[in-house]
């Protein structure tokens, strides 16, 4: 049955070179592991791969043909091969409850521009691959992001500690930056490494490089005080990362119809924003390593109705 089953899926392969315009599939399909150094445990697996790869190729292919706004292009990364069930496991992050909420200050003035990059505050980008907390990762850049803005100095801080006492079962819940001030802060990487086995908490080994008085959260929507809040210090925010153009997004202005702004399962840092041939954006890292996006950063649209909840949840630390 097993042997059956692989003549099929080669039968199936064959018919897609035929149909992809004399595009070799089986080739473009075996360069692309070479490049990413992609090794599967067994037939199955790589067939299985093998099938999500192709659906994201032929997506890339004909994304040109979509109606409407192509202000983005999408090309070929790492992820191509994730299965639905990953990437679902991957994004599955909400975050729930807030100490504090801002206040309209209309009278700040906002500059067209501005990107924290330049100013040496932001740390380089992550890759949680498809096991690790986008929120745990985002928590630890936004305090050491915040903490170097104070101090001059860019600390790297425990993102494993971060996960251990402020999360559950590898999801972070309610407001993570309330529970680490519970917890009386954060510890160093160094002295909080990373350790394999289940999570628990042990940070009464290490002594805190940074203490938080709380989160402080933008009022839901308001992309207003998202940009105004963003001129102190970069924020973490809560988006729909659920779509194949995000997944696959390679450069641009980033702008998805189907986008929700409420169903938000994915932590990203917004480090700054612009302007591009009259266009708004935010200037969003993510941690998917560098060969996703713009070298690990993606361009979002900007006051465009709270493109994908870009601001629905959008909070950072309030430092001790």
Avoid at 10 to 36: C, H, M, P
Avoid at 141 to 169: F, K
Avoid at 221 to 236: S, T, V
Avoid at 237 to 242: G, H, L
Wanted: aromatic content about 8%; proline content about 3%.
């Amino acid at each position: 049955m097993v042997l059956t089953t692989a003549k099929v899926v080669l039968v199936l392969f064959t018919v897609t070179v035929v149909t992809a315009g004399n595009i070799d599939v089986a080739r473009e399909w075996r360069e692309w592991k070479q490049r990413y150094n992609k090794v599967y445990s067994n037939q199955t697996e790589e067939t299985e791969r093998r099938h999500a790869w192709e659906r994201a190729f032929y997506y890339i292919r004909h994304h040109g043909n979509r109606p409407g706004d192509l202000s983005f292009s999408v090309g070929m990364n790492s992820r191509a091969d994730m299965l639905p069930r990953d990437y679902r496991s991957e994004v599955n992050e909400l975050v729930q409850g807030w100490s504090n909420s801002l206040q309209d200050n209309s009278l700040v003035y906002v500059p067209t521009s501005f990107d924290w990059r330049t100013r040496g505050v932001i740390a380089p980008v992550s890759n949680q691959g498809q096991i690790g907390s986008s929120i745990s990762i985002v928590v630890t850049e936004t305090l050491e992001s915040s903490e170097a803005i104070q101090t001059g100095h860019m600390v790297r801080l425990s993102e494993r500690e971060i996960s251990d006492c402020c999360g559950g079962g590898g999801h972070l819940m309610g407001n993570v930056f309330n529970c680490l001030h519970d917890i009386g802060g954060v510890c160093s990487e160094a002295g909080y490494p990373n350790q394999t086995g289940p999570a628990r908490c042990r940070n009464d080994s290490c002594t805190p490089m940074v203490k938080v008085q709380g989160g402080v959260k933008i009022p839901s929507g308001r992309e207003d005080l998202l940009q105004q809040h963003l001129l102190d210090q970069p924020i973490m925010a809560m988006i729909d990362a659920s779509h194949a153009s995000f997944q696959m997004y390679k450069r641009g202005i980033y702008f998805e119809e189907k986008c929700s702004s409420t169903s938000l399962d994915h932590a990203v840092q917004v480090v700054g924003f612009g302007v591009e041939d009259g266009k708004d954006f935010w200037i969003v890292k993510n941690s998917w390593g560098i060969n996703w996006g713009i070298h690990g950063y993606i361009l979002m649209s900007r006051n465009r109705n709270n493109q994908c909840g870009i601001a629905s949840a959008a909070s950072f630390p309030a430092l001790g």
